[in-house]
Each structure stands twice: as C-alpha cells, then as structure tokens.
C-alpha cells in the first residue's frame, strides 16, 4: 500500500495532489487572514458605529429635550394668548366704556365753555344796553340843560320885554308857561333816569 497508487491515478500525481492541496491549503490559510480581516473591520466599524449612535444618541436626547422645551412654552403662549383672547371682549367692553365716558367728559367741557360764552354774551349785552341807557340819559340830560338855557334865555327875554311893556300880565303868564315846560322836561328826565 505504501508504494501502490490507485488505479484511477496516473502515476507522477502524487506531486500534483500534494501541490494542490498545498495550493487548497495556501488558498485556505489566505481565506482565514481575510476573514480575520474583515472580522476584524467589522468590529471596528460596529464600534464606530456604537459610538456615532451614542452621539447622535446624545444628539437626538439634547434635541428631543429641546424640543420638549420649545413644545411647553409654545403650549404657555398659546395659553397666554387664549386668556388675551378670553379677555378680549371684557377689555373691548372696558375700552368703550372709556371711551363714552371720555366723549362725555368733552360734551360737558364743551358745554361749559358754551354756557361760559352766554354768560360773556349776556354780560356784554348788559353793558351794551347799559351804555346805551347812559347814552340816551346823557342826551337827554344834554337836552335838559339846553331847554333850562332856552328858558332863561326866553325868562330875560321876558323881563326885557316886561320892562319895555308895562303890562306886566303877559310876562308873567310866559313866566308861567315856561315854568311848567320846565317841570314837564325835569319829569321826563326822571322818567329816564328810572
């Protein structure tokens, strides 16, 4: 058996068969190195992915934080503007309560400046009439004092012609007359006066 080779070998194959399986072998052994290899790449690379996954890890749970935060306080203004717009009517309310009561502040202002200029206008009215009452007294006073220098001057007139005359009648009935329009203009004037 030793030095027997099978039929179905042809004889120098021994050296083929060993070169093959030392080509199997080699090929085998080459196999190996790069399953290790890619063994090897593949635990750096799960670690690297360990490690990207544990910082967008930390990433994702500061950001979820993040926008849990931003998600409250969006919650806090939406409620902040929901109580303005609760408010909204009570205030719009209020306002225009303000507003007549602002408006009625201005008709009365304005109608105690109104009152203020009637009573400015009554007054000068007064005054006018007044002025004019002392106008006319004045006139008729002017008239007085001249029907009393008509009158003196019609009295030595009277006189003179008296002493000329000597009928003394006749003067004394002008002195009569002119005495009475006398006392006829000095009522006149206390009527005016009143």
């Given at each position: ?41 593949i ?25 849990k ?70 006139l ?26 000597e ?6 009935r ?21």
């Amino acid at each position: 058996m030793g030095g027997s080779v099978a039929p179905w070998e042809k004889p120098g194959t021994m050296s083929n068969s060993f070169r093959c399986y030392h080509t199997f072998s080699q090929h085998l052994k080459d196999l190996k190195k790069e399953n290790f290899s890619l063994k090897l790449r593949i635990y750096f690379l799960e670690e690297r992915i360990q490690q990207k996954y544990e910082d967008s890890s930390n990433d994702v749970h500061k950001r979820n934080i993040e926008l849990k935060v931003e998600v409250e306080s969006l919650k806090q203004e939406l409620q902040e503007k929901q109580d303005l717009l609760d408010k909204a009517p009570t205030t719009a309310e209020s306002l225009t309560n303000q507003n007549e009561e602002e408006l009625q502040r201005h008709c009365e202002e304005r109608q105690q400046e109104i009152s203020h200029i009637q009573e400015i206008l009554e007054t000068k009215e007064a005054l006018l009439v007044r002025g004019e009452s002392e106008k006319m007294v004045s006139l008729a006073e002017a008239e007085f004092q001249c029907c009393l220098a008509l009158e003196r001057e019609m009295m030595m007139k009277m006189e003179e012609e008296e002493e000329k005359c000597e009928g003394g009648s006749l003067g004394s009935r002008l002195q009569q007359g002119a005495l009475a329009e006398k006392d006829r203009l000095a009522g006149g004037q206390v009527l005016i006066e009143v």
